[in-house]
């Protein structure tokens, strides 16, 4: 039977040695099977840019060993020290208005700087070379949380060769950027910037460009790390996917070249954390689907213990609450629920982060809520979880509605997706949340709200989901622009079975009063001019604000306008009933 992983990052090298071993013990008596080590020891790792000291990790891995604790070994590459600021001021990150920052945080490299890629490499090379056959290696953990973008030279230039890699010419770049607006054709390569400031608007399909660009580019990071490793080890790899819109990663592909997909989950709400957290976990189970994982299993490598840290307020959950959040995740296909951080920091940045050990000690009831839940899980195995209702979740719309110009600023496509999961939950199915590459056919029933961008690929791979029998449900802003966000009137008619002739994005304080209900539609509402389809739901005066139509074997559902959760419940229960005829 596979033990699921339970334990969290331990810093020991912020403490005194003779710490260590009451860390172990008091590990061994939370039940912790595996803790992640060295995320930011790379200071104490390599303190000179020749000198490597290893010592100190030598002991807290054979201190772990004896006590049967597995470790799942960073790279510590998310945080250079200080000497190598130093020697490479040009692999400082620069944002977007052109200030290049200064070391005194974490993350404070570029990916694209030749001496970061390099010593990145080299300090990989020495911890795969050393540790690959010690045994208490678990998993390698490459770098930590990728995220940070940069606009410097160095990313200048790489974005110039990524492009040409894309589109061969500049006239194709041209057409696919439709830069005859405001004057932006280029002739030359070298003449393409990073979406840096500028005077008003940015071009969104540059800024798209950009953001999958610095995906590829750390993600290239990551490979570089992970083909070292490998030539070393035999350890599974992976890195901790850090969730929100500003993450400038494609996850979902991504998830392809992790031997495990791992993510960090903080959820923002205290009322609402286990909604938040059912989200990620479905989410990451769809990731590592996806990614041709067809067990789904996915590891929850952070969450912070009994507690919700959010908007610089560290609020504690209520008893019991912890154990929740753990099972939140766990019955939804994670291997192991990880926490930030074991030991409580005196000082530096996160000093009053949650920790399983916090400043008041052991005897501190996190603490004893933790090993109480750590005994509970060491008899448990990890849950198989299969599911025939998928939701669409697209990181690429995501970014695409951060536009700095689109038909309404109303919309928050992750709120609209949260909403959608909390329906298709509630109506008692697992959900996986799947990104817009998935493989659909497995499916009854896939839901994708306000689907902003779609590529060629996804318009034919939604079509064929439904030829072959599938039913899905669109909604209002869908469609709307192809993945270089360029416009795309008409687009989804024959799918639909509707002509959309008129886009109205709603004002907040506007709705639209449906038929036979006292529901009401928000946000915003598609005049549909019918061909082909059914209308199963009519505005007041007669519009219709839902339609449904038979495409090949299957069946697609329109919605108009937004519902309440009421309403869409009604349309699924309708539309399940319809697909199962
Ligand atoms: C992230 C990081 C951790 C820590 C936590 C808490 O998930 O990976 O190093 O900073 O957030 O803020």
């Known amino acids: 039977m596979q033990a ?13 040695e003779q710490v260590w071993a009451d860390d172990v013990e008091l590990m061994r008596t939370a039940h912790v099977n595996l803790v992640t080590v060295g995320v930011f020891s790379w200071s104490r790792l390599q303190p000179g840019p020749d000198e490597f000291d290893f010592g100190w990790l030598d002991r807290v891995l054979d201190l772990l060993d004896d006590a049967g604790i597995g470790a799942c070994l960073a790279t510590p590459t998310a945080s250079p020290p200080p000497w190598f600021t130093r020697l490479h001021p ?17 993350d404070t490299y570029c990916v694209n700087a030749p001496a970061y890629r390099a010593a990145s490499t080299r300090i990989a090379d020495a911890l795969g070379a050393r540790y690959a056959g010690h045994r208490a290696l678990r998993m390698w953990h490459v770098h930590n949380e990728y995220g940070t973008p940069c606009y410097c030279d160095h990313c200048a230039t790489g974005f110039q060769v990524w492009l040409a890699g894309r589109y061969g010419d500049t006239d194709a770049l041209n057409d696919a950027w439709s830069t005859d607006f405001w004057s932006q054709r280029y002739r030359e390569w070298d003449e393409v910037l ?12 540059q800024v798209l460009d950009y953001r999958r660009f610095v995906s590829d580019s750390m993600l290239r990071h990551y490979i570089d790390q992970r083909e070292t490793l490998r030539a070393a080890s035999r350890a599974p790899i992976t890195t901790n ?11 979902a592909r991504w998830a392809r070249e992790v031997d495990v997909v791992a993510i960090d989950n903080y959820p923002s709400s205290v009322d609402d954390h286990l909604t938040e957290r059912a989200f990620a976990a479905d989410l990451a189970r769809g990731w590592a689907r996806a990614a041709g994982h067809p067990d789904g299993r996915w590891l929850l490598m952070e969450h912070a213990p009994g507690a919700v840290h959010s908007g610089g307020v560290v609020r504690a959950l209520a008893a019991g609450q912890a154990r929740e959040a753990a099972l939140t995740y766990l019955d ?7 926490y930030f951080q074991w030991r409580a920091s005196r000082g530096g940045a996160e000093q009053w982060h949650p920790a399983i050990v916090p400043h008041e000690g052991a005897a501190a009831p996190i603490f004893q809520e933790i090993s109480l839940l750590g005994a509970e899980l060491a008899g448990r195995s990890p849950t198989a979880v299969s599911a025939q209702v998928a939701l669409i979740f697209d990181e690429l719309t995501m970014w695409a509605w951060q536009a700095p110009h689109v038909p309404s600023r ?3 496509y992750e709120k609209m997706a949260y909403r959608w999961h909390g329906v298709l939950g509630g109506a008692g199915s697992a959900v996986d949340v799947v990104p817009v590459t998935a493989s659909l056919s497995g499916y009854r029933l896939v839901v994708a709200p306000a689907l902003y961008l779609m590529s060629q690929a996804v318009h034919t791979a939604l079509r ?5 029998g599938g039913t899905l449900v669109l909604t209002f802003a869908s469609g709307l622009v192809d993945d270089c966000a360029r416009v795309t009137p008409g687009a989804l008619d024959d799918l639909i079975g509707a002509r ?8 907040s304080d506007e709705t639209v009063a449906l038929a036979g209900t006292d529901a009401v539609g928000r946000r915003w509402f598609d005049q549909l001019e019918v061909t082909d389809a059914r209308v199963t739901l009519q505005t007041a005066d007669g519009a219709a604000a839902v339609i449904e139509h038979r495409f090949g074997a299957g069946l697609v559902r329109y919605l108009a306008t937004d519902l309440d959760e009421r309403q869409l419940l009604d349309t699924l229960a309708d539309v399940r009933k319809g697909s199962a005829e």
Not at 8 to 14: K, M, R, T, V
Not at 90 to 106: E, F, Q
Not at 243 to 251: E, I, K
């Open 241 to 251: 996917f850090v969730l929100g819109g500003w993450v400038p990663v494609d996850h």
């Open 90 to 106: 040009d692999a400082m990150p620069v944002t977007r208005d052109g200030i290049r920052l200064t070391h005194g945080s974490r």
């Open 500 to 507: 959309i002739v008129r886009h109205t994005p709603l004002l």
């Open 464 to 468: 064929g989901y439904v030829l072959e």
């Open 194 to 205: 990073p979406p840096r400031v500028t005077q008003y608007l940015s071009n969104p399909a």
């Open 4 to 16: 699921l992983h339970f334990g969290g990052d331990y810093n020991p090298e912020q403490w005194p």
């Open 332 to 338: 939804r296909g994670a291997v192991g629920v990880m």
């Open 410 to 412: 109303d919309i928050d």
